[in-house]
């Protein structure tokens, strides 16, 4: 567990200084856990994130994602998740399918996420996993 949390954080920090300073943060309800995030930036074509889930099982969680659709105020993005939960052991895998959708014309720093994901955990059933959620880009 040490070592996956060690290996996620460089590999995070890495992603963050390449993408020069710009940062995103976010916050996420997909299905019954809320997720906080801090990540590259989502207008980047590949991008990153680190996540932390909260609430009954408190788990980590490296997205990685390639924006297919980039424009000014929406892109759609598809990727892979790799993470733990909490007291579970092992690692599980996602597919996400998400759209990132920037709706004011002033300031494109702001967007509303939405973001579908089968879930593939390599010692319990699969699950899908959906919900909304809230990003901003610091640059």
């Known amino acids: ?6 290996f996620s954080m460089l590999l995070f920090f890495a992603v963050v200084m390449e993408s020069q300073a710009q940062i995103s943060a976010g916050v996420y309800r997909l299905s019954s856990a ?3 995030s801090i990540g590259s930036d989502p207008d980047n074509k590949i991008f990153g994130e680190a996540r932390v889930s ?5 788990g980590i969680e490296g997205t990685f994602g390639y924006n297919f659709v980039q424009k000014e105020e929406v892109n759609f993005y598809s990727g892979f ?7 579970r052991d092992g690692l599980y895998l996602g597919v996400p399918l ?3 959708v920037k709706p004011f014309a002033n300031t494109r720093n702001f967007g509303f996420l939405m973001e579908a994901s ?13 919900g909304i959620g809230l990003r901003y880009t610091f640059r």
Do not use: C, S
Request: hydrophobic fraction near 40%; charged fraction near 15%.
């Open 34 to 36: 809320t997720f906080a």
């Open 98 to 100: 998400g759209v990132l």
């Open 54 to 58: 909260t609430g009954g099982r408190v």
């Open 118 to 130: 089968p879930i593939f955990p390599t010692e319990y059933g699969t699950y899908f996993r959906a």
């Open 81 to 87: 998740h790799l993470g733990t939960e909490g007291n």
């Open 1 to 6: 567990m040490k070592k996956l949390m060690l």
